[in-house]
């Protein structure tokens, strides 16, 4: 079992910036891809940024140039850094741990109980 808990959400102003963080539980973060989604109201939950294991980076066309995923595998936390922050950035933002289970390639996803990021003025 993993649980993740986010931190960091908040009131930005349009331009501004916040860093959002996402601490981990259990003995496998390691070798877990994580992400960052999230989910605006009315909408679907969409990517915003994933990292693998090794460290690979993928980023949504929208916040390409403009956010940043890193992790720190010896803290067990995974950080979304936020910069240039526009309205439609406003949502709920999820962590995601997603650890593969069989040879096979199963996996099983886990997810954080989300923090809200508003940007405006």
């Known amino acids: 079992q993993v649980q993740l808990v986010e931190s960091g959400g908040g009131l930005v102003q349009p331009g501004g910036s916040l860093r959002l963080s996402c601490a981990a539980s259990?003995?496998?973060?390691?070798?877990?891809?994580m992400g960052w989604y999230r989910q605006a109201p009315g909408k679907q939950r969409e990517l915003v940024a994933t990292?693998?294991?090794?460290?690979?980076?993928n980023y949504a066309d929208s916040v390409k140039g403009r956010f940043t995923i890193s992790r720190n595998n010896a803290k067990n936390t995974i950080d979304l850094q936020m910069n240039s922050m526009k309205p439609e950035d406003t949502a709920v933002y999820y962590c995601?741990?997603?650890?593969?289970?069989?040879?096979?390639?199963?996996?099983?996803?886990?997810w954080g109980q989300g923090t809200q990021v508003t940007v405006s003025s």
């Open positions: 995601r741990s997603r650890t593969v289970v069989t040879v096979e390639g199963a996996y099983v996803d886990y």
């Open positions: 259990g003995r496998r973060f390691s070798a877990s891809d």
């Open positions: 990292i693998t294991s090794d460290g690979t980076t």
